[in-house]
């Protein structure tokens, strides 16, 4: 079963910096595949390029985040 947590994204899920906060990157990433526009393809794409977000995440996601996912995994040329 899937947490409660991987069903949506909630901009209170955030790290605390010094003078300003930031969007966990598991939200950002749930955001970013709900949305699924290009530009946040692109974002996605970059933070796959870097080793940021790989295939371990497909388990803890939605199918149809997973799937979205593992299509740039697959095709990140588009």
């Known amino acids: 079963m899937i947490s409660r947590q991987f069903y949506w994204a909630d901009v209170s899920e955030i790290e605390h910096a010094e ?11 749930r ?8 530009k946040d393809q692109l974002h996605l794409l970059d933070f796959i390029s870097i080793g ?3 295939a371990t995440w497909l388990q803890n996601l939605l199918p149809q985040h997973a799937e979205r996912l593992q299509q740039l995994l697959d095709d990140p040329e588009g």
């Open 31 to 38: 955001m970013k595949l709900n949305s699924f526009r290009r």
């Open 19 to 29: 003078d300003y906060d930031i969007v966990r990157l598991e939200a950002l990433v």
């Open 52 to 54: 940021l977000v790989d």
